[in-house]
């Protein structure tokens, strides 16, 4: 009994692992940065803000920057789910430092 639970939950901890380096791959294609707003008179301008060996960088994105703010917000959403992934894979393996604290006593 003890070690079912021992097994499903390193087989969640590897699963969360797996889907953990999965997002973390696809977040490395999507763009670094956020969307920057400038208006001049009547005109709207996008940049893509981002840090770039310390220095903060611009790149001029066009008049309509839509698909580039998609992916901006959904590489946020990658964030907070790589983050969520990050903290549930740290709260098992501490389960089953637990558990595995208690068995070897």
Known sequence: MLWEKVKEIEE???????????????LKKLPAGHVDIKKVGRNTYYYLRYWDEGKL??????????????????????????S???????????????????IYL
């Open 12 to 26: 969640k901890v590897n699963n969360i692992q797996r889907e953990r380096e999965s997002l973390e791959e696809e």
């Open 57 to 82: 960088k611009s790149r001029y994105l066009g008049k309509n920057a839509e698909e580039i703010k998609k992916q901006i917000d959904y590489s946020m959403d990658l964030r907070k789910r790589i």
């Open 84 to 102: 969520l992934l990050r903290e549930e894979e740290k709260r098992l393996q501490k389960v089953l430092e637990r558990i595995k604290n208690a």
